[in-house]
């Protein structure tokens, strides 16, 4: 009988300390945001016409991070997803129209460092990002349609810095992302996408460098809470450049954002005494 009694206490042993170290384990949420941004755009792109557009533009976009544990749970991983949408005139005369839409991600793996400046953190690391984009000229010739792609590698780094106004606690967010190698699309000058589909992929990939394409991603929000969400506001601006072919393309975004964002936790995380360890909030 104590023979089966010990067997049974060895059986019992792992899954007991596993069950303490899951109750001692921090909390790490998911940090969410959700923005609708507006704002103005701008672009050119020879392939179609070699004459500059400007006008509307409207997207939507989504954040999540989240604290890892390796270092301390000094480790974040960051995803963007953005969907965006613009109409525009030629710039010289308000005539003309040319359209234009697209989706991005990226995925970053950032480090964070305190700094002697109480309420300020430092994340930096790298990131691989996708972006898509279509363009339509309506009044182009036999080519009024223009897509681009391309996927890239580089850097990205935030400021983070959290504050308080009078009793409305406040994080405010620069960050700034800077792909420096990636693989663009990229068709001859004058040759139709029909002419690709076809088969001619010649010198249609391109490996992309800051001497042949130019990219950079700049967000500032500041998120005022409210409880367990808060309101965010801020500006987002995106450059896309690229030069192959003798096709040059430019897109200009310049968006102020509004939406929410929060953490993510358990229904239970008040009771259960865990600490809570956030990616980006640096909230009790």
Request: net charge neutral.
């Amino acid at each position: 009988m104590k023979r089966i009694l010990y067997i049974l206490a060895l059986l019992i042993l792992p899954f007991t300390a596993l069950s303490q170290e899951v109750a001692t384990r921090p909390q790490c949420p998911v940090f969410t945001a959700v923005e609708f941004e507006g704002g103005g755009s701008r672009l050119i792109d020879t392939y179609l016409t070699p004459y500059s557009y400007s006008g509307w533009n409207i997207g939507l976009n989504v954040e999540l991070m989240q604290a890892l544990k390796p270092d301390n749970y000094n480790w974040v991983w960051q995803q963007l997803i953005g969907l965006n949408y613009g109409s525009t005139r030629l710039s010289i005369s308000g005539a003309g129209l040319t359209i234009h839409g697209g989706a991005n991600y990226s995925f970053a793996m950032m480090h964070r460092s305190n700094t002697p400046i109480d309420g300020l953190q430092l994340y930096y690391g790298g990131n691989i990002s996708l972006m898509g984009e279509g363009l339509e000229n309506y009044h182009g010739g036999n080519n009024p349609i223009s897509v681009k792609a391309d996927i890239s590698l580089g850097f990205t780094g935030m400021a983070v810095y959290s504050f308080a106004l009078g009793k409305l606690p406040i994080t405010a967010r620069y960050q700034l992302t800077l792909p420096v190698v990636g693989v663009f699309a990229q068709p001859e000058y004058a040759e139709s996408y029909y002419e690709v589909w076809l088969g001619n992929y010649n010198n249609f990939l391109h490996c992309g460098t800051w001497a042949n394409r130019f990219d950079i991603d700049n967000r500032i929000t500041i998120d005022l809470h409210m409880g367990t969400w808060a309101l965010r506001m801020g500006y987002h601006n995106r450059i896309n450049t690229t030069y192959e072919n003798n096709n040059r393309y430019q897109l200009v975004l310049h968006n102020f954002t509004i939406g929410f964002a929060g953490d993510i936790l358990s229904l239970d995380y008040k009771k259960s005494n865990r600490p809570i360890v956030r990616a980006l909030y640096n909230l009790p």
